[in-house]
């Protein structure tokens, strides 16, 4: 049976690309409706540069929730929204997967809670691209070994959240092989505030944000008389779509809240 699917953001970079992951894959899905900021009451076919498809879009997610029969919910939005369009969803019993990055803990932890009570599948990824997922999971190898670790993540320059999901993704992942350790001299002063990024349990994270880059991680640990680095770069977004196409079938599969694509891989 074709899992019937609302995606939000369809205009957007990673948005379209996952609407043309769908129509490319019509055996298995379904594109129901589409959720946008504008456009309410046209169809996809009316905006330029979408497929030319008679596929509703709605801006309120509460009338597309109740109109549209649908099994996957696929957020590409920001925060603030996705946080409200997935909430949403998980309480018209649909199960979502979530690509956009910047929810907060207490967020995710809020989700969480409710698909638990629902016993429904939900999937929140900061990275679909596998290499990425490997990189993480390489880093939380390392750390057991090397306590000094600094992160640089590099995006384009349209990102709005900072350090990227990614990133916070792998330090936490990190805290839990790695002894707590604060890096640097312990007397080491920031003569501009920030030169040393940002903190968590003394590991530093950077963020660069630049045209032309798509997403890029290196993590970096030193020991004595030795640096390692694990790096992976995203070229393009067709990296981001294996990974949403194989979350959207296996969150039919689920009866919780999953965090990071390689809980499920
Ligand atoms: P984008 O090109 O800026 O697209 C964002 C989309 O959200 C646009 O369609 C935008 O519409 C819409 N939007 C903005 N504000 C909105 C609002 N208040 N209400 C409803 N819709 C709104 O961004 P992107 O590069 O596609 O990235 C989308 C999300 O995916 C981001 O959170 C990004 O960090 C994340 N991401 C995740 C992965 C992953 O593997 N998990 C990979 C890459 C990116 P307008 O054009 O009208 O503003």
Do not use: W
């Not at 959240?161 to 604060?182: F, H, I, N, Y």
């Not at 002063?189 to 040393?196: F, N």
Request: net charge negative.
């Amino acid at each position: 049976m074709k899992i019937n699917v609302i995606l939000a953001g369809p205009r957007g970079r990673m948005g379209s690309q996952a609407v043309e992951m769908i129509l490319e894959n019509k055996d298995q899905f379904n594109l129901a409706a589409c959720i946008d900021r504008k456009n309410n009451g046209m169809q996809l076919k009316d905006i330029e540069g979408l497929p030319d498809l008679s596929i509703p879009i709605f801006e309120d997610p509460e009338e597309c929730f109740q109109e549209t029969e649908a099994d996957v919910f696929i957020d590409l939005t920001i925060p603030e929204t996705g946080y409200r369009n997935t909430k949403a969803a998980i309480l018209h019993n649909i199960r979502p997967v979530v690509g956009t990055t910047g929810f907060t803990e207490e967020q995710i932890r809020d989700l969480s809670s409710i698909c638990e009570e629902k016993q429904l599948g939900a999937i929140i990824a900061p990275n679909f691209a596998i290499g990425a997922v490997l990189m993480m999971k390489f880093s939380k190898m390392a750390a057991a070994y090397f306590p000094d670790v600094d992160i640089i993540e590099k995006h384009h320059d349209q990102k709005l959240d900072a350090p990227s999901g990614t990133a916070v993704k792998t330090a936490e992942l990190m805290k839990e092989t790695r002894d707590s350790k604060k890096q640097g001299h312990e007397d080491e002063q920031e003569t501009l505030p920030g030169a040393r990024g940002a903190e968590v349990d003394g590991m530093r994270i950077h963020s660069v944000r630049m045209p032309g880059l798509v997403a890029h991680q290196e993590v970096i640990f030193g020991g004595k008389g030795q640096t390692l680095t694990i790096k992976h770069d995203s070229i393009n977004r067709d990296s981001f779509m294996e990974g949403i196409k194989f979350s959207v079938k296996q969150v039919m599969d689920l009866e919780k809240l999953v965090y990071g694509l390689e809980n499920i891989l």
